[in-house]
């Protein structure tokens, strides 16, 4: 198991963590705050209706189907 690290160490991890994350932030609230480049957004499909056939199996096979014909 790691060793625990000083009280001091521990800021300076934090640090180094957190200061380039600020500075992203910082960056583009600037950037859609001050030069109103728009938010970015991930493009939405539209939901498909739920298909009735399966569209994985070609419409002529009839796979599985002969272990069902059995009576099993």
Do not use: C, D, F
Not at 34 to 45: M, S
Request: glycine letters at 4%; charged letters at 25%.
């Amino acid at each position: 198991m790691a060793q625990k690290l000083p009280p001091q160490a521990r800021r300076l991890r934090t640090i180094i963590v957190t200061v380039p994350i600020m500075a992203a932030t910082a960056y583009v609230l600037y950037e859609r705050l001050v030069l109103g480049k728009p938010r970015r957004t991930l493009p939405r499909e539209t939901p498909q209706p739920p298909s009735t056939t399966n569209e994985l199996l070609p419409e002529n096979s009839h796979a599985g189907s002969e272990r069902w014909s059995k009576g099993e």
